[in-house]
Structures are given as C-alpha cells and as structure tokens.
C-alpha cells in the first residue's frame, strides 16, 4: 500500500489512520528529510486529537531491545511523560537475559505453536498493563525507530496478529500499532516484519504551487497575493518552518528587498524589525527570551524567573510570546516554537553578555536542584569557568556511576578535554581506573589507586577523593580500626561539604547514616542525620531533588524505626523510584521493603519485589553488588515459604557468592549459607562457618553480628546434645543485645530468648527442622505485637532483622 503525506497538513495522518483498518501495520518512509520530521509536524495535533499515543525513539543497532515498543508503551503510560524514555530504555537495555521478559516471550512461543491459550502471571501482566494503557489513552500507537526485528519482537507482532488473544483481551480488537522505519537504512534487517501489512509512505515537501494551501492550513487569516506567495516561497527555500515564521512576522512591503537574503539571516531580520516595532515591550520580551535561549530551547519557566532581576513581568511577557508564536508550553516548562527561532535568540541575540547570563543561569540551578551538576557545568564552561566546570562534569560522572548507569563515553571525553585545558589530567586518570576498579568490585585496589594519585588543587576535587577513599576503605576492611578510619574520614568531609557543594553534602549524610548503622550501631546519630536531612528537604520545597532526597531516607527507615512503622515508608519509597531514573536507588528500595515483609512474615509479598529487583539489576553492572542483598534474601525468603529446600538455596546462593570478592557482605551470606547447612543436618560444617564468623567478628567489634552468630551456634549445639553449653550462650546473648538493636525489638529478642531456654531445658530436639519450626508451631503466650513477625524471629535459627537492608 502507499500513500503520500505533506509535511503541512495535519488531517494527513488521520485520513492514513483511517484507511488503514489492520492492527498493526508497518510504514517505511521514503526520503525523509530528518528522522523526527513527520513527528515535529504532526506534534500539536497527535497530541490534541485525542487519536494518538504519542510514542518516539531514537534507534540504538548495537543494542537489540526486544519487546521495547510494547514495554515503553506501558511505562509511559505510568509516567504520562511522553518525551522520558529514560527508564524504560533501561529495563529492556539486556532484555535476553531478563527472567520477566524471557517468559512473556515463552508464553508467545506458546501461543503459535497452538497449544494452550493460558499465559503464564508474568506474560498475563503485560497484558493486562497494556489493557489498562490502551483503556485510559488513545488506542492507537505510533512508534519510530524501534528494534522490531529481533525474535522476541517478532513472535510477539505475530501472536497480536494472529488474534488467538482477542478473546482473552478485547481490547485488542481495538488498538492499531503504527510503526514507522526508514526504508533504505537497516531494511534487511525490518524484512520480516515488513511483508505484513507494510504501507509505503512519501513524505513530500512543498512546492510553489502548494503555498496558498500552506498559508491556509497554518494562518487561514492572513491573505496574500499570489505574486507574493511565490516570493515567499523562493526566498524560504521551500522550508516549512522558514514560511511560517516569515508569514507571520515579516512586513510584506520588503518582501521585494529580501529576495537575495539567506533564509536564516531574513528570519534574523525580521525578528529584528519585529522587536522593533513592539517598542518598550519589545526589548523586555527580547532580553526575556535571550536568557531563556541561554537555558535550552526548551526552559524551566521557574529557573527563568530565578534568573531574571524582575520577576513579575515575566508572566506577562511570555503570555505576550506565545501570541507572537515564539514560544509555546504551561506554568512550568516553554519551548521555542521553531529551532530557527531558538537560533535567533541564542547565536545573534547573546553576543554581547552570554558569559555573565550563563553564570547567572549555573548560579539559579544551585538554588533549584543542587544535584544537577550537569546542567550547572555546562553554563559554567559557556560562562568560561573551566575549572569549575570540570570539577562539576566529574561530579556528574561520579552520579552516573553510583546511580548504577553505564558512563557516558561523551561527558568522558567532555571532563577529559577540559581536564588538559585545566591541568586535572592525572587526577582524572586516577579517578577513571579507580571506577574500573569498582567495577570489578576490588576496592581494595581501588582504594590504593586513589590513595597513591596525587592530591588534586581544589577543594572539591580533594572533598571527592576522601569521600571516594572512606567508601572504598567501608567495603574492602576487615578490622576494626579500617572501619572506624573510613568512618572518620566520611565524618570529615561531611562538616566541609556543606559551604562547598550542598547536593555532595546530602549524599555525604545519607552514607553517614549508613556508616553509623552498619559501623557503630549507633540508632540516635542515625536519627539525629534522617531529622537534619528531612528539614533541609523540606525547606528546598517539593522540588524533583527534594523528593529524591526524601524517599532516599525513607528507604532507610528499616534500619532506624520500628517495621511496622517502615514498611509504609519502604513502599512509598519503592514507588517513587519505579517511576524514577535513579535505578541503584530503586534496586535497595525494593530490597528494603522486601526485608520489612520478610520481617512481617508477608512472604509472597516480599518474593514478589525481590523478583522485580532481580529482573531489574543485571542490566546495571555498576550496581551487582546489591545483588547479593537481593539473592541473599530471595533465597532466605523461599526456604521460609518452602519454595526451594535449604541445600538448593545453599548451593545457589554459595555460587553467586563465590562470584564476589570478600567484603562487608560475606557476614550477612555466609550466616545464612551455614543455617541452610544446619537445615540439611550438616550440623558440624554449619558450626565451622559459625565458629570461623565469631572469629572474623571480634576482629571487626561487631558485636551487631556477634549476637546473631552466637545465638545460631547456640541452636547447633543443643542440636549436638550440647545443652548447657547452649543455654549458657543463649542466656550470655540476651544480656548483651546488639547496640544496633532498637528499643522497641529488645523484649522480642528477651521474648524469645526466654522461650527457646525453656524449651532446650525441657525437650530434647534432634531434628533440625523440627527444632527451627517447634516454637513457631507451639507458642500461644504471643502478644499481638510480636504475633505480626513471630514467623520470623520465633524460629529456632534466627536471621538478623537488619542483615536484609542494602548498602548506599
């Protein structure tokens, strides 16, 4: 099929919607002039109509991405975000290895192979997202650049086109998928799915004879003579956007004068008169829209006022924009209504003071959002602050880092020219092997690669290295005195972040609290830091670097309040990261509120966000070792619920594990490894670990892990016959709880130590499981309290309530 479009009529692509009456139907466009032409064009009214999802991506042939156009389909649908294809980029960026994916694919395979007709839960969920997407929008979508030639892809087009799920999901009847490739580049590789209902479609550019046609489409009110449509249409170069800001702005009596002018310096003319002719206005509204030039072509409305010294006109003169067809947008965000528009402002109207507004620009982003490093650096660099931008550019790369997404091999480059232009190469250098390094998670060595590389010459730089140096030192330290030392050194930089760069001062004090937690037990500094944060976050407003602040604490509240109270914070805190870009922050989110459930013994809950964190987090190498965490409690919480048998967890979990190096983690897994044992009834190789743990223990002076590791070697020896030995260790435990424990679980702890003496005292208990189920099954003195989590703590082997929670 074939059909012709032009670029200036909108009703074009509702009359091929309309014509076109499969569901799905791929259009390879013939001569295109840019990728997003036909999008830009068809903008306002795709989005207007109420007929199109509104769906764009720019192809990506080194990684494939299967099921992409259907999975973003559903995550915008979340976000109502139309142009933030961030996170779902991210979760199909290795999809074939992806346990969620892998079995929406099986169950396509399912369907054309004609078997049953039952999807699996997962593939049932897509389903159903892309039910409630197609209920609650338009049921038309329209893709472009989207990998639909790999398998997985494939077989999912085909099961939609075959029809075996209409009656399962109705509202597939209903919904059309457009998707738009172009028909030289990358054929070969679309022929499979284009011989289905394919449509050729010629996206034309106008001609002298169409231009009334044009001036009617885009300003029916403005009535010109056919000798001067002509002109206009020679001196535009046949250029769409150049037609319509020349018809709207330019004064036809010069039209004769400007036939040997380049479009672009007419547009800069006319703007000029234009300007002009607005007299006072004129020149506020231009000094106005210069500066939001400066920010972007499209600007946060807010940040543009934080820059302007008088604020109050500002409304009124971007009121007085729009109806000039300048600019476009809301309250909150405006876009220049063309490029060319933008490129006035920007490259002729900035000449004189484009340092001094830049440096005003970087100066209102620090007010706002403290954390976008990014944004403050590039105006820094236009303003001419090269050092401080290059400090800024390596800031942001740290970020991307620790927020587990892949570096940017352009911000590399970036840092490392200016690094030579600043003489900040060997710190760079220093700086880039010390992130492999973490990569391959040696901290060790990475510590030592940092430590030897000379010191760097700003304070912000030397700030970084320490704080980098106290994390690496956090993981890699096996004795008490390293501990405390990157401690000490995370406490410095924290007391002079603050007058230095107060988004680095946030993360400093977010890790502390960690430090003191993990470190020192120490709940009331933990505390003290969760109150500091929250006021400051509170007082910067509701703004997007707020609210990450906020629920970045809030999934910490395991460690510090009691779970009841947790848990709540913990969920509100997984949902706003789902919808989020911040994917390390989303992956301990769901990690958290996972060990909140386990706690409360709400077992398929946890399963459930422990798969999603699982599914989720091998596409972010930079951030695997949370996935010890996850598999940690993934494996605790199916031996609890019966779904795997100690040795199999044991056996899996030991594997991954031996993947890793050592660190801070090995007490947490190895703990539970050596429970799983004294499950199987290898009693005596489970109280080797133990005993070995103990050791490593008293090293360190955790005496958070100590208890937990004595009162399971205590339920090994009673196993082993060794009674008072037991009920000695139990009793010497529960007179030392961990200074980590929190008030409120103390008389749990008592509760139950209590309990498990009178029962050693009383019965004699040989069976492992048995002996880790007994109290569980016979208690009746529970109060309601403790009744919520009695599954969890009530057992004969105890895991730690804490050990769940990942790391910073």
Not at 478 to 491: F, K, N, P
Request: net charge negative; with cysteine; aromatic share 14%.
């Amino acid at each position: 099929m074939s059909f012709d479009m032009f670029s200036w009529q909108e009703k074009d692509f509702k009359n091929l919607c309309d014509e076109t009456k499969e569901r799905i139907q791929f259009i390879k466009g013939k001569d295109l002039q840019s990728p997003y032409h036909i999008f830009n064009t068809f903008q306002e009214y795709l989005q207007e109509s109420g007929v199109i999802k509104f769906v764009i991506a720019k192809p990506n042939l080194d990684i494939v991405s299967p099921l992409l156009p259907f999975v973003e389909a559903i995550i915008e649908d979340r976000l109502k975000k139309p142009s933030d294809h961030k996170l779902a980029q991210s979760i199909v960026k290795d999809i074939t290895k992806s346990e969620t994916l892998a079995s929406i694919v099986a169950d396509v395979s399912t369907k054309l192979s004609g078997n049953s007709l039952i999807l699996t839960e997962r593939g049932n969920d897509l389903m159903v997202r892309l039910e409630k997407a197609a209920s609650q929008s338009p049921s038309t979508f329209l893709f472009y650049g989207y990998p639909i030639y790999d398998s997985f892809s494939k077989e999912l087009v085909h099961l939609l086109l075959s029809g075996k799920l209409d009656n399962d999901f109705p509202f597939l009847e209903k919904t059309t998928y457009y998707f738009l490739c172009d028909s030289d580049e990358n054929s070969d590789l679309y022929a499979d799915v284009l011989r289905y209902n394919h449509i050729d479609l010629e996206f034309k550019n106008p001609d002298a004879a169409d231009m009334n046609e044009i001036i009617n489409e885009i300003i029916p009110e403005l009535a010109l003579q056919p000798l001067d449509t002509e002109k206009l249409y020679r001196i535009s170069g046949g250029r769409l956007s150049v037609i319509e800001i020349l018809a709207r702005h330019l004064n036809f009596n010069h039209l004769e004068t400007s036939q040997s002018v380049a479009p672009d310096k007419l547009i800069n003319m006319t703007l000029d008169c234009r300007f002009a002719n607005m007299g006072m206005t004129g020149n506020l509204l231009k000094d106005t829209l210069k500066i939001a030039a400066a920010i972007g072509s499209s600007f946060s409305i807010p940040l543009l006022k934080e820059v302007l010294d008088s604020k109050a006109n500002c409304d009124m003169l971007l009121k007085r924009s729009k109806e000039e067809f300048l600019t476009k947008g809301d309250t909150a965000y405006g876009e220049f209504y063309y490029r060319e528009i933008w490129g006035y402002f920007y490259n002729y109207g900035l000449k004189e003071n484009f340092q001094e507004i830049s440096s005003a620009i970087a100066e209102a982003i620090y007010c706002f959002s403290p954390h976008d490093y990014l944004a403050r650096a590039y105006h820094l660099e236009n303003a001419g602050q090269l050092m401080l931008a290059c400090e800024l550019y390596i800031y942001s790369y740290n970020t991307v880092i620790q927020e587990g997404f892949k570096h940017s091999e352009e911000l590399a480059a970036k840092i490392n020219s200016l690094a030579c232009k600043c003489g900040l190469e060997s710190y760079w250098n220093a700086l880039t092997s010390y992130y492999a390094s973490i990569e391959k998670l040696d901290y060790a060595n990475a510590f030592d690669i940092l430590e030897y590389s000379p010191a760097p010459p700003t304070i912000r730089l030397l700030l970084l290295k320490e704080y980098l140096l106290s994390l690496s030192m956090y993981r890699f330290g096996e004795t008490y005195e390293q501990q405390q030392s990157a401690l000490v050194t995370l406490e410095q930089v924290t007391a002079r972040a603050k007058e230095i760069e107060e988004g680095f001062w946030c993360d400093c004090m977010t890790i502390l609290l960690t430090f003191y937690i993990n470190l020192n037990g120490d709940l009331r500094q933990a505390q003290i830091i969760n109150k500091e944060l929250t006021y400051y976050y509170t007082e910067k407003g509701y703004s997007p670097f707020a609210k990450k602040g906020i629920h970045a604490l809030e999934r910490k509240w395991n460690a510090i309040f009691s779970v009841e109270r947790a848990v709540y914070k913990t969920q509100s805190s997984v949902d706003f990261f789902r919808d989020s870009v911040f994917s390390s922050q989303y992956i301990m989110a769901l990690n958290n509120h996972a060990a909140n459930l386990m706690v409360l013994y709400r077992l398929d809950e946890a399963q459930k966000f422990l798969v999603e964190a699982l599914d989720f987090i091998h596409t972010y190498k930079n951030i695997a070792v949370n996935k010890i965490y996850i598999l940690n409690n993934f494996f605790v919480c199916k031996v609890l619920n019966r779904g795997v048998t100690p040795r199999e967890a044991y056996e899996k979990l030991y594997h991954e594990f031996s993947c890793f190096s050592s660190g801070d983690w090995k007490f947490i897994v190895e703990m539970n490894c050596a429970i799983f044992l004294a499950l199987e009834g290898e009693l005596f190789n489970s109280l080797d670990i133990l005993t070995r743990l103990e050791e490593e223990c008293n090293l360190l002076k955790d005496d958070y892990f100590l208890y937990y590791l004595r009162a399971n070697i205590a339920a090994i020896q009673y196993l082993l016959g060794n009674t008072k030995k037991a009920v000695d260790l139990m009793r010497n435990s529960c007179m030392t709880p961990p200074l980590l424990c929190k008030e409120s679980e103390k008389k749990y702890l008592y509760q139950r130590t209590d309990f498990w003496i009178h029962i050693m005292e009383s019965e004699n208990i040989t069976d492992p499981l048995e002996f880790d189920e007994y109290l569980l099954r016979n208690s009746t003195e529970k109060d309601q309290p403790l009744e919520k989590r009695w599954g969890f703590i009530g057992r004969g082997f105890l895991y730690s309530d804490i050990q769940f929670w990942s790391e910073p």
